[in-house]
Nanobody
Framework: VQLQASGGGLVQAGGSLRLSCAAS????????MYWFRQAPGKEREFVAA????????YYGDSVKGRFTISRDNAKNSVYLQMNSLKPEDTAVYYC???????????????WGKGTLVTVSS
């Protein structure tokens, strides 16, 4: 599975962005999909996860209630809708594929290149 994230950019605090991750490969539907992020000088952080069917979703504490993960298996895509953005959300955002039920980046099988999100105050 090859992954490509897009949709990052510069946004003011309180604004919204929608990230997309396009996957190639026929086994996309077999994987849970994840978003992680990494801010300068910090470790990679779990953001959100969604099961292959979309029926199970969970979020990191710092984004719960503000971010929503979704997927469209017909389009081999996963999305991250980010609302009420804060300056501390500034990071490179990565999509990844792996087994469901984890929050660890070490459990991911595939990674996409990141997309930069910058939130100005």
């Amino acid at each position: 599975v090859q992954l490509q994230a897009s949709g990052g950019g510069l946004v003011q605090a309180g604004g919204s962005l929608r990230l997309s991750c396009a996957a190639s490969g026929r086994t996309f539907n077999n994987y849970a999909m994840y978003w992680f992020r990494q801010a300068p000088g910090k470790e990679r952080e779990f953001v959100a996860a969604i099961s292959w069917s979309g029926g199970w979703r969970y979020y990191g504490d710092s984004v719960k209630g503000r971010f929503t993960i979704s997927r469209d298996n017909a389009k081999n895509s996963v999305y991250l809708q980010m609302n009420s953005l804060k300056p501390e959300d500034t990071a490179v955002y990565y999509c990844a594929a792996g087994r469901i039920g984890t929050r660890s980046s070490e459990d991911m099988a595939y990674w996409g290149k990141g997309t930069l999100v910058t939130v100005s105050s």
